[in-house]
C-alpha cells in the first residue's frame, strides 16, 4: 500500500490519516517509556527495601543505611505521586482508540465524503480531548519516523538535536524551534 499524498485522492484525508498514524506512534512511545520507568523503580524499591532490612538487621545505626532506605522512600513517593503505571495505560488506551480510528478511516477507502472527513475528525478531537498536555518534542520524532516509515526522504524531516532527543520523554527542549519547522 502506497501512502503517498500523490497516490491519495482526498488531501484532507491523507492529512487526517497521518495525523492519527502519529499519534498512534506517539501514543506508544508514551507507553514504553511509563512502563520502563514503573518496572525501574518497581526494583530499585523491592530491592533498596530488601537491602534496607538486611542491613539494619546485620549493622544497625550505620549511617548508608539510613541514607539508602531514604532515597527507597523517595522513590517509592516517586512512584505514587507519577504513578508511572497509570500514565502507561492512559496512553496505551489512546493509542487503541487512534488505532481504531484508523482503522475506520482505511475501511472507508479514499473516496471519502467531506461529511465523512469531518466525522474522523470529530472522532479525533474526542480521542485528543483524553490526552494529556503533548510533548512536542517527541511528537516532531513519531512525525519523523511516520515519514521515513512511508518512505519520504530526509528534506521533509524536522531537525532535532541530539539534546532534543535526550530530553523527549521528560520535557520539551527548545520546542519553539520545532514548532517553527511544523509550521512551514
Known amino acids: ?30 507507553t514504553l517509556y511509563f512502563d520502563r520507568i514503573d518496572k525501574a523503580i518497581t526494583t530499585f524499591t523491592t530491592v533498596g ?23 527507597t522512600g523517595f522513590f517509592s513517593i516517586v512512584q505514587l505521586v ?3 503505571s497509570e500514565a502507561a495505560r492512559l496512553h496505551a488506551d489512546l493509542a487503541r482508540d ?6 475506520q478511516m482505511i475501511l472507508a477507502g479514499e473516496s471519502v465524503s467531506d461529511k465523512q472527513i469531518d466525522e474522523f475528525t470529530a ?4 480521542i485528543e480531548a483524553k490526552e494529556p498536555p503533548t ?5 516532531a520524532m513519531c512525525h519523523n519516523e ?8 530526509r528534506s521533509k524531516h524536522v531537525r532535532i538535536s541530539w ?9 520539551d527542549l527548545r520546542q519553539e524551534a520545532i514548532d517553527k519547522q511544523l509550521a512551514s
Not at 163 to 168: D, K, V
Open 49 to 71: 527495601g530488601l537491602g534496607t532490612v538486611s542491613t539494619l538487621l546485620a549493622a544497625a545505626g550505620e549511617p548508608w543505611v539510613l541514607a539508602f532506605g531514604t532515597i
Open 135 to 139: 510533548l512536542r518534542v517527541l511528537d
Open 1 to 30: 500500500m502506497d501512502n503517498s499524498p500523490q497516490n491519495d485522492h482526498n488531501p484532507k484525508r491523507f492529512s487526517l490519516l497521518f495525523a492519527v498514524r502519529r499519534s498512534v506512534r506517539y501514543h506508544n512511545c508514551r
Open 82 to 84: 507519577i504513578s508511572p
Open 163 to 171: 539534546l532534543q532527543r535526550l530530553c523527549a520523554p521528560l520535557f
Open 146 to 153: 511516520l515519514l521515513r516509515a512511508m518512505g519520504y526522504d
Open 123 to 126: 472522532l479525533r478531537l474526542d
Open 98 to 103: 487512534f488505532i481504531g480510528l484508523e482503522k
